[in-house]
């Protein structure tokens, strides 16, 4: 095999489990302590109004990445729209 078919049978095996197993292990913990970090800055100042402000926004969002990373987004939609449908 050379040329367009090798490429092809190579291609077959690959996936992109390596590079999710390294996002959830490495850059989402930073980013939940980057997100500490900065609540405990703004609340060190004094705006606590603030910082409750803020969290709200964070919780939306990591509900968001929680379903985005668990795989479930087909199920927990089925389920809200049961919700509203009946």
Do not use: K
């Not at 077959?12 to 489990?17: H, P, R, S, V, Y």
């Not at 910082?51 to 199920?75: D, F, H």
């Amino acid at each position: 095999m050379t040329g367009p078919e090798a490429l092809a049978h190579y291609a077959q095996g690959l996936t992109t489990n390596g590079l999710q197993g390294w996002i959830q292990d490495n850059v989402v913990p930073l980013v939940l302590l980057g997100i500490a970090i900065i609540l405990l800055w703004i609340g060190g100042r004094g705006d606590n109004a603030g910082v409750a402000r803020r969290s709200v926004g964070l919780l939306v969002g990591l509900v968001a990445l929680g379903i985005a990373v668990s795989g479930n987004g087909p199920q927990i939609g089925n389920f809200l729209a049961s919700l509203l449908v009946g």
